[in-house]
């Protein structure tokens, strides 16, 4: 039987056999093949996050957003106030002042190197917006199509901090949907 490193704490785990879905004992943090392609609208969720951007305003004044995972063409099509401006985010640039990343993690195969990435494309100051899925004890949401990873709160924090991030701002503390703002260092 081989075993590998949790994604979130590096503690050793053993996959399930014949797949490769494990669940850590230490951090709780659930990683499995999807089972179904990833077809849900990444604009469901988009307008919904909006909302934050008034908390994102507020750390720091930010002309322009870039976000993650949408092509030029569907910016265009994004409501704006005028007060911001999207962006998509091109994975050469290394001068961003904040990156919207709206329900991404569960879709990440290698967290690590997207944190790294996300830490490399920011300058010195700059915010990271992420939402995703998480579970508590009581709390269990249904997973989204084609999700890989099943978080705990503490599982993101943790893979903040460890990467070079710090959390500026938090909302829906026992929502089933976690919305941090972190600022790299």
């Known amino acids: 039987m081989t075993s ?17 879905c494990y669940r850590c004992i230490f951090c709780g943090f659930k990683q499995q093949p999807t089972t179904s392609e990833t077809s849900s609208d990444p604009y469901q969720s ?16 930010t002309p322009t957003i870039a976000l993650h995972g949408l092509d030029p063409a569907e910016i265009d099509t994004l409501p704006s106030d005028g007060n911001v401006a999207f962006t998509a985010l091109v994975a050469e640039s290394r001068d961003n002042a904040a990156i919207w990343a709206d329900m991404v993690l569960p879709y990440v195969p290698d967290l690590s190197a997207f944190f790294r990435e996300k830490f490399d494309q920011l300058r010195p100051g700059g915010l990271l917006y992420l939402s995703a899925p998480v579970q508590r004890p009581f709390l269990r ?39 941090i703002i972190a600022r790299r260092d």
Request: proline share 11%; charged share 20%.
């Open 4 to 20: 590998s490193s949790c994604a979130i704490c590096g503690a050793k785990v053993s996959p399930a056999p014949r797949t490769s």
């Open 141 to 179: 949401p249904a997973p989204l199509p084609g999700q890989i990873n099943f978080f705990q709160p503490k599982n993101i924090m943790f893979l903040l901090e460890q990467r070079g991030f710090k959390m500026a701002w938090r909302k829906n503390r026992f929502s089933p949907t976690l919305r």
């Open 46 to 61: 988009l307008f919904t996050s909006f909302k934050d951007l008034p908390a994102l305003s507020a750390l720091q004044k």
